[in-house]
């Protein structure tokens, strides 16, 4: 196989990112990143030297870069077999979660940006709350179809795009259900996630307009 980099932004900030590197962790490929530091000067010419999107991130295959986070998990589910669920059934209804949270819940993503270092208790707008019952509902209707710990039951990449909004809910304190809670729990603490927010949690770089939403740090 091709020698694999993926371009990443800010590991506190960059929820796009961290999902195809949780995807390449579980697949077990070797692969190197490379960050790329966002909002500062020249960081766009970066990002429109790798593709013409001019987002991160952006998965290198030799000399090929492949952007976006659910195509990137597509290349690597073809390489890699079990990163989706084995049923095809399941399998579709992973993959057009996938869509889902990367189109849909804008209220959610707007008013609770991934940012890792934060803890705060401020009331959110009722828009973004009622965006979490949803995800909410949707994410606890599929757990209590089984009886194992991740969505469809096993780990699969359904989970890795489910991960920077399970992060939202503990950052702004976001209610949520005894079900959901559990399931935060389990994708906070797996290994591969707290190695992205180790990283994270040392990082320099901040996004201050990012970091003041809602207060900041309270």
């Known amino acids: ?57 952006v998965l290198q295959i030799g000399d090929d870069m492949l952007p976006d986070s659910l195509a990137i998990s597509d290349w690597l ?52 709350l009622e965006s979490a019952v949803k995800m909410d509902g949707i994410f606890s209707d599929l757990l209590s179809e089984h009886d194992g710990h991740f969505l469809f039951g096993n780990w699969c990449i359904a989970d890795a795009f489910a991960t920077p909004y399970a992060t939202r809910f503990v950052s702004y304190d976001i209610p949520r259900s005894h079900k959901m809670d559990t399931y935060i729990s389990e994708l906070m603490g797996d290994e591969d996630y707290l190695d992205w927010e180790a990283d ?13 939403i809602y207060g900041g740090r309270s």
Not at 86 to 107: G, M, N, V
């Open 1 to 57: 196989m091709n020698t694999l980099t993926l371009h990443i932004g800010n590991k506190n900030y960059s929820s796009w990112s961290m999902r195809p590197w949780l995807v390449l962790r579980k697949s077990e490929l070797s692969f190197a990143e490379n960050l790329i530091q966002l909002d500062v000067p020249g960081f766009k010419d970066k990002l429109l030297a790798l593709t013409d999107a001019g987002t991160v991130p």
């Open 77 to 128: 589910a073809q390489a890699v077999p079990n990163l989706w669920p084995t049923d095809p059934k399941d399998k579709e209804r992973a993959h057009r979660l996938c869509k889902q949270l990367q189109d849909d819940f804008t209220e959610l993503r707007n008013h609770a940006p991934m940012n890792l270092r934060r803890r705060t208790r401020t009331k959110m707008p009722k828009s973004c």
């Open 200 to 212: 994270a949690m040392v990082e320099v770089w901040e996004l201050p307009d990012t970091d003041l």
